[in-house]
Nanobody, 127 residues
Framework: QVQVAESGGGSVQAGGSLRLSCAAT????????MAWFRQAPGKEREGVAA???????RYLDSVKGRFTISGDNEKNLLYLQMNDLKPEDTAMYYC?????????????????????WGQGTQVTVSS
């Protein structure tokens, strides 16, 4: 049984930092493309950062220079270091993993078509 679990969310003041972690177990293979998404109340889920098996990364423009994604594909582990957090970063953050490379078959790196998702971890940033 596949399980994807995020941790590390919490409440911080603007300018603070958090580190999110994600662990996937039960996958029949090592992950290739791994990503973080977020969803704020009343808004669509959006891609925040993604990392491919070769280490290539992509970021949402609004988090570039503040967030860093990293991971261990062999162990299906994923991390998101978030610095200089802003109130607009407040959202539920989700981990997503896939068995294909990012951008496979022309798919957007931030498409929501990942087969494996966690339940989310809440990040709240106060001003």
């Amino acid at each position: 049984q596949v399980q994807v679990a995020e941790s590390g969310g919490g409440s911080v003041q603007a300018g603070g930092s958090l580190r999110l972690s994600c662990a996937a177990t039960g996958l029949p293979y090592s992950s290739f493309c791994m990503a973080w998404f977020r969803q704020a109340p009343g808004k669509e889920r959006e891609g925040v950062a993604a990392i491919d098996r070769d280490g290539t990364t992509r970021y949402l423009d609004s988090v570039k220079g503040r967030f860093t994604i990293s991971g261990d594909n062999e162990k299906n582990l994923l991390y998101l270091q978030m610095n200089d957090l802003k109130p607009e970063d407040t959202a539920m953050y989700y981990c997503a993993q896939d068995s294909v490379i990012c951008g496979w078959n022309g798919r957007s790196w931030f498409s929501t078509d990942y087969p494996y998702w966690g339940q989310g971890t809440q990040v709240t940033v106060s001003s």
